[in-house]
């Protein structure tokens, strides 16, 4: 049988666990041995003897990787770790190769094959593997939680004895996957939701959502269902005709990406000063740089009463259903690998290929090699 190993995620304040008791059930039900190091759940609240009543073994680290020719993390595995393994093992999880190429070229040449969850391209057999929907939801969702617990006002409208409040007013910018769960959430608590994004389709689903749409005259749709960077020019008009929107809200919500580039400036410090002292901003792009210019990733600053939270890995703090999520979105990854109980994966398959970052000693993610010759570390 082929076995799959799952260590316990060592990445600072990483709750999540790549595979869950359930998922486990699965794949041992098809064929598959699985793995876990001791405790690798217990974050997530998942515990060994539920890993061992599914059917997994559980071990500590040094046996973890020994006849294990597959691996499922979260986080990508530390370097120190690289050297004990197999060449040809495959391991898949989030890998971000931009912020450390270092690290890539350490898996190149520990001769691993190295898929990078995040990469899978998002066509629609691949639907089921997308982790960026899956933690994006996960994402959208807590920020709206963490905006209504640090707003000092109701998000409902509540009519009571002491008298009407009136709902908040929410503005959500960069309707995709996140930016949705933030507008359903905030529709959930009562608020008064606003949307605004550079794609036309955002609108249609914003509003079915029951958001009302801020609409203007820049349309930036670029490839794939994603935006495209938008011009200085464009960026300046945007930023002048949302200006006095963002001024009028207690709330707002910030999700606006680019594949591959620093998340765009939506908001200015300026646009910031406008706001009402109370008002606050979370910005879920602050992984990537931010949507506010006064964004300081992982940490929340306050200006002129403004509060401004930038949060990192917002999935990890949802870690049950983060995991479960992610442990799905896996276990359909794990279908492409196996071939009547052998491990055989085609690498020419448009999902494996688009997602391999490292194969037989070589880096062969374009981007990512493009990083490790301009020196980039
Ligand atoms: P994302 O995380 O890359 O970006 C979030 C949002 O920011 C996007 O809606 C984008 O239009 C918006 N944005 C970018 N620049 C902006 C700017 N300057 N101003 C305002 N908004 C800006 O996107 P995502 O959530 O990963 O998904 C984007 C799209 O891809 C969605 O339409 C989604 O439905 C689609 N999608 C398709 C598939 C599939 O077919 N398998 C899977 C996932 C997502």
């Known amino acids: ?16 666990v790549a595979l869950t008791p359930e998922v486990v059930a699965r794949l041992v039900k098809e064929g598959w041995a699985v793995r876990l190091e001791q405790g690798a759940g217990s974050s997530a609240f998942f515990a060994d003897r539920d890993y061992t009543s599914a059917g997994a073994e559980i071990a500590l680290r040094d046996e973890l990787f020994r006849d294990a020719p597959v691996i499922f993390t979260v986080q990508p595995i530390e370097k120190s770790a690289l050297v004990g393994l197999e060449p040809g093992t495959v391991v ?3 890998m971000y190769p931009h912020r450390d ?11 691993i094959s190295v898929l ?21 939801t996960v994402a959208g969702y807590v920020a709206t939680l963490i905006a209504a617990r640090s707003s000092p006002r109701f998000f409902p409208m509540l009519t009571t004895a002491a008298g009407t409040i009136r709902p908040a007013k929410v503005l959500v910018m960069g309707v995709g996957v996140a930016g949705l769960q933030a507008i359903a959430t905030a529709r959930r608590l009562g608020a008064n939701v606003w949307a605004y994004d550079v794609r036309k389709a955002a609108a249609e689903q914003a509003l079915s959502l029951g958001a009302k749409v801020i609409e203007l005259p820049i349309s930036a749709e670029g490839e794939g269902g994603y935006a495209r960077e938008l011009t200085l020019e464009e960026q300046k008009t945007q930023q002048q005709a949302l200006a006095g929107e963002v001024g009028k809200m207690d709330v707002v919500i910030t999700t606006a990406q680019i594949p591959g580039r620093l998340a765009p400036t939506l908001l200015t410090a300026e646009m910031v000063g406008q706001m009402n002292p109370g008002a606050l901003i979370v910005d879920l792009a602050a992984e990537s740089g931010g949507n506010c210019e006064l964004t300081r990733p992982g940490e929340s600053v306050e200006v002129g009463g403004v509060k401004v939270i930038g949060p990192l890995n917002l999935p990890s703090e949802l870690a049950v259903h983060a995991s479960e999520m992610y442990a799905k979105n896996l276990y359909n990854l794990s279908k492409l690998l196996l071939k009547d109980g052998i491990l055989n994966p085609d690498w020419k398959d448009e999902i494996l290929a688009g997602a391999l970052l490292t194969r037989e000693g070589q880096v062969v993610h374009g981007p990512t090699q493009v990083l490790i010759e301009g020196g980039v570390h």
């Open 1 to 16: 049988m082929v076995r799959i190993a799952v260590p316990k995620e060592t990445a600072p304040g990483e709750r999540r």
């Open 101 to 111: 190429p270092s690290r890539v070229q350490a898996m190149a040449q520990a001769k």
């Open 92 to 94: 898949a999880g989030l």
């Open 116 to 136: 990078a969850m995040e990469l899978i391209p998002r066509i629609s057999r691949a639907q089921s593997m997308d982790v960026l929907s899956s933690q994006a």
